[in-house]
């Protein structure tokens, strides 16, 4: 019983996670309808940030680990919104190919460019937040594990209540629905999207930080991977859809631990993709997602 | 004859003919030959379901490491047992190895099918990411089949790539991919590219062209695969991943997707250009992605992607003749 305890406390801190950056395909996805390869690598930056200004910080404050994130989301902010400026924008609207294809080429140039920048070394992260283990009953719940699913259940409700309380949140939904529409009453698209941007990459930078935090090293290409999963999340709960990016990364963080666990734990990574080819196999819209019919 | 076979089998000869004198060549140079010639193959069968058929597959390795492995573990094990330690003369090698080959294309042909039949009926990004899913969970099985090297890969696969072999399958490649889209049943893939609703709207089952293309695409990436192992004598499956697929997948994009003449030029660039950049090898993969993206800005078509009437008229006007028929 201990043990099944202890692997859902584990599901849950992953599952955390893969949420704050499933988070933020899902809203691209909702309001451009493409998949932003490159985010998986803002979450990389994310977790370098952290890194640089942890190693100019006392570690083990709460504080400290808190500026640590803001740094971080601040940062990957400005990226995203950068990156959406420069490289799709002057694409919105072409082909969707052209666009995938672009996004996938912003992904490998953040990627080579941070080995260039940072190296290709994997670096230990600092310890920002103060390192604690509490065991109760045979179950060990370290701090670090409290700490993410605390600041990504704070995330996630901050972001329920900007997407659904806030003006900006509203237009948001908007454009997500209907662009041309939201266009005629008013809202303007290039803020919206700019903002789309900055709010997802805020979050996946939240999620490189604390991914580092759990797994303490970090280079260049961690993001691929649970970029990947994250992405694989965001469809398991039905991609635009945010409850459902929240959810299905909670599922999936809750396999992937129990799988480990197992006798198959060397099938770990390929559990997420058999889990994709399932859910677009037999429920494509995803757990929460609602079918539209195509029109010609 | 028919034209097309001429060219084939003229390629084929000429393919003969230079390997036969490949001793006189220099080594680094065969080297880059031989990798530009198993490139082709690739981008030009991928060109088949990412250019004509309009479908985005990012599972090309996936297939090639199928046909590795394949065509590895039988001249390994069969070569061994129907040689000796002798290693038979190089007829029989020869034989052997063509009949890996093929079936190493045969079995990343099922492997082909056995992804596309539940996966082509998604489209776009979800297809690019169940294709990439299954190149990712291909990769974590022969990391696991422990009869296959696991982790470490295949080691000491006998060195039977030639040029002949390589330009041959080049050829076979090219000419079944032109021959296919050029007949009147291949049309069918470029209408499924042009416009699915309106292809299944008059009556074409656009599912199935898209396994053909699937198919035929995945058996000539597991020929290839099985060239690679055999010339570069070791295959692990980490050769496989996510990022060889990509580099196929630009080389298609940067030809013009559905051109073959500019795929093949891509094919050569992509392979000839890393080794002309080693002195700025740390650069190498970031001018690599700025060369991508700011293509995709400027020349979304493709860098080969010409428009060749157009191209014509022009030179007619210089010439001094009536330009009328490329305004037409």
């Known amino acids: ?296 | 004859m028919p034209k097309p076979l001429l060219t084939l089998i003229g390629a084929v000869l000429l393919a003969f003919g230079v390997s036969h004198y490949s001793d006189h060549i220099d080594p680094y140079y065969l080297d880059v030959i031989t990798g530009v010639g198993i490139n082709v193959i690739l981008a030009v069968s991928l060109n088949l379901v990412n250019g004509y058929t309009g479908q985005f597959s990012l599972g090309h390795a996936g297939f090639m490491s199928v046909g590795a492995y394949l065509s590895a573990a039988i001249t390994l094990l069969l070569g061994q047992k129907l040689f000796g330690d002798a290693g038979g003369t190089d007829f029989q090698q020869g034989l052997l190895f063509f009949a890996a080959l093929i079936v190493g294309g045969i079995g990343a042909a099922v492997a082909g099918l056995a992804v596309g039949i539940p996966s082509l009926r998604l489209k776009g990004d979800y297809l690019a990411l169940v294709t990439l899913g299954f190149g990712e969970i291909i990769r974590v099985i022969f990391q696991n089949v422990e009869s296959l090297g696991g982790a470490l890969g295949l080691n000491g696969i006998p060195n039977y790539t030639t040029v002949f072999w390589v330009y041959s399958f080049a050829a076979l490649t090219v000419f079944t991919v032109v021959c296919l889209v050029r007949s009147t049943y291949g049309r069918g893939f470029l209408a499924t590219h042009d416009d699915e609703i309106a292809s299944e709207a008059v009556g074409l089952d656009t599912t199935r062209y898209k396994i053909v293309a699937f198919v035929i695409g995945a058996f000539f990436a597991g020929v290839a695969g099985g060239l690679y192992g055999h010339f570069k004598l070791t295959i692990t499956p980490t050769g496989f991943d996510f990022t060889k697929s990509i580099e196929i997948v630009v080389m298609v994009i940067l030809g013009g997707m559905g051109n073959t003449p500019g795929v093949i030029m891509a094919a050569i660039l992509l392979t000839v250009l890393p080794e002309v950049l080693r002195s700025v090898d740390e650069y190498r993969m970031v001018l690599y992605s700025l060369l991508l993206i700011v293509l995709m800005l400027v020349r979304p078509k493709g860098l080969f992607n010409f428009d060749y009437s157009r191209i014509a008229a022009r030179l007619r006007v210089r010439l001094g003749g009536s330009g009328n028929e490329g305004t037409r």
Not at chain 1, 240 to 246: K, L, Q, S, V
Request: glycine letters at 12%; one cysteine or more.
């Open chain 1, 1 to 296: 019983m201990t043990e099944f305890l202890q692997q859902v406390l584990n599901g849950l801190s992953l599952g955390a996670i893969y949420a704050l950056i499933a988070l933020g395909y899902t809203m691209v996805y909702g309001v451009l309808r493409f998949i932003n390869f490159a985010h998986s690598d803002v979450f990389m930056v994310g977790a370098f940030i952290g890194y640089y200004v942890g190693e100019h910080l006392p570690g083990g404050t709460v504080w400290g680990g808190l500026v640590v994130l803001a740094a971080a989301m601040a940062g990957c902010a400005v990226l995203g919104i950068l990156i959406e400026r420069l490289v799709y924008r002057p694409l919105r609207g072409g082909p969707t190919l052209n666009v995938l294809i672009t996004a996938i080429g912003m992904s490998l140039f953040l990627e080579y460019t941070g080995q260039l920048v940072f190296g290709a070394t994997p670096r230990a992260f600092p310890a920002i937040f103060p390192s604690k283990v509490i065991s109760v009953h045979g179950l060990i719940i370290s701090m670090n594990q409290v700490i993410v699913i605390l600041v990504a259940s704070v995330l996630m409700v901050a972001l329920e209540f900007t997407v659904f309380r806030t003006k900006i949140g509203t237009a948001m939904r908007a454009v997500a629905l209907n662009p041309k529409a939201a266009q005629l009453v008013g809202i303007n698209i290039d803020v919206v999207i700019s903002f789309t941007f900055g709010l997802g990459s805020m979050l996946a930078a939240a999620g490189g930080v604390l991914y580092a935090l759990n797994y303490p090293s970090i280079d260049p290409l961690m993001g691929v991977v649970p970029g990947l999963k994250a992405f694989v999340a965001a469809v398991l709960g039905g991609v635009g859809n945010i409850p459902g990016a929240a959810l299905g990364a909670l599922i999936l963080g809750m396999v992937e631990t129990f799988v480990d666990g197992s006798r198959w734990s060397t099938y770990k990574d390929a559990i997420a993709f058999a889990i994709l080819i399932g859910i677009l196999l037999f429920r494509p819209a995803g757990l929460l997602g609602r079918y539209t019919a195509e029109k010609v």
